[in-house]
């Protein structure tokens, strides 16, 4: 069972804008942030962002993180089908000691 | 830029141990912490752990009782132990560097499946 909640699916048109969400608690998102990764069917993750909004070299301006409270968001601005993919939140859990995943958003692009 | 590549048998009978590799290049292992995280089909990611390159681990508590991290410095490389598996242990088993303080998982080796069944 995940650590962080995320919503199973999201559905973006082509060019338009998506945010993914991710709700854990003080212990995790709420203390250090998370870290996003995306993955493609059959690839490993790739991580997008980290600590809200660092993104690695090589990672797309469009792709911006924040974080409210307890919660983690993932915008992807002029969505194209290359997006089209599962994204991952993920964050340091101090009450377990332990990293956590969330569920996953599988993102269609239609 | 640190390329991870794992390796290890594809098929373990229940009740035996998973036995796999990571090898590090590009990189150091050195003063960096090394994780095992997997993935069952169409399933969520899980993380199974972490070693440091002294040796200190942290395990997550789920499968705490079952995992044993090391890593050998002189290779580059480190590995994982998962005994007593079942078919529960089925899965795609990924290397990554990290998460250290304030890092995270930032580089991913392509992933093994691991298959248990008899």
């Known amino acids: 069972q995940a650590g962080l909640t995320q919503p199973p699916s999201v559905s973006k048109g082509l060019r338009q804008t998506a945010t993914l969400t991710c709700t854990g608690n003080?212990?995790?998102?709420?203390?250090?942030?998370a870290a996003w990764l995306q993955q493609h069917q059959g690839h490993p993750p790739k991580l997008l962002s980290y600590r809200n909004n660092n993104r690695p070299s090589g990672i797309s301006e469009r792709f911006s993180a924040s974080r409210s409270g307890n919660t983690a968001s993932l915008t992807i601005a002029g969505l194209q089908p290359e997006d089209e993919a599962d994204y991952y939140c993920?964050?340091?859990?101090?009450?377990?000691?332990?990293?956590?995943f969330g569920g996953g958003t599988k993102l269609t692009v239609l | 830029q640190v390329q991870l590549q794992e390796s290890g048998p594809g098929l373990v009978k229940p009740s035996e141990t998973l036995s796999l590799s990571c090898t590090v290049s590009?990189?150091?292992?050195?003063?960096?912490?090394w994780s095992w995280i997997r993935q069952p089909a169409g399933k969520e990611l899980e993380w199974i752990g972490r070693v440091f390159s002294s040796g200190n681990t942290d395990y997550n508590p789920s499968l705490k009782s079952r995992v044993t991290m090391s890593v050998d410095t002189s290779k580059n490389q480190f590995s994982l132990k998962l005994n007593s598996v079942t078919a529960a242990d089925t899965a795609v088993y990924y290397c990554?560097?990290?998460?250290?303080?304030?890092?995270?998982?930032?580089?991913w080796g392509q992933g093994t499946l691991v298959t248990v069944s008899s």
């Open positions: 003080s212990d995790n998102v709420g203390n250090q942030g």
């Open positions: 990554a560097r990290g998460p250290g303080a304030g890092t995270p998982l930032d580089s």
């Open positions: 993920s964050a340091w859990d101090f009450s377990l000691g332990a990293w956590v």
């Open positions: 590009g990189d150091s292992i050195t003063n960096f912490y």
